[in-house]
């Protein structure tokens, strides 16, 4: 899967077409994407003897194939490609600006903090 925990993507198809917002959580084996404030679903709890029942919304994982990668330096939604180096990693390219993906998350990181 060439998405990551912490990339910025946009939704390209279902019914959450054209929202965008920050990957959660990858699911490798069943290939699904968790996207903070997308796809919002309403589990209904049963009141137990401790808590009241209540309604809980959360954000349900779906294909990762329905979501695009948006590259921080170009701001453009991309498709992914890799480099390798002679010296050190594999690594994750943007393929319209040919600049490197995790060298820009790790940036937008630090900016937060």
């Given amino acids: 899967m060439k998405i990551k925990a912490k ?3 946009l939704v390209v198809a ?3 077409k054209g929202k965008t917002g920050v990957v959660m959580r990858t ?3 069943t290939d699904r994407v968790t996207v903070e404030k997308v796809n919002i679903r309403t589990k209904h709890v049963k009141k137990s003897a401790t808590q ?3 309604r809980v919304k959360y954000e349900a994982p779906f294909d990762a194939s329905k ?3 948006i590259c921080s330096s170009c701001n453009k939604t991309t498709r992914v490609g890799y480099s390798i180096p002679k010296t050190g990693k594999k690594f994750r390219v943007c393929l319209k600006c040919n ?3 995790e060298q820009a998350i790790a940036k ?3 900016k937060k903090k």
Avoid: C, I, R, Y
């Fill in 99 to 101: 600049e490197s993906v």
């Fill in 14 to 16: 279902g019914k959450n």
């Fill in 7 to 9: 990339d910025k993507v």
């Fill in 52 to 54: 009241a029942g209540q």
């Fill in 67 to 69: 979501v695009m990668l």
């Fill in 108 to 110: 937008a990181d630090k």
């Fill in 27 to 29: 699911f490798k084996k």
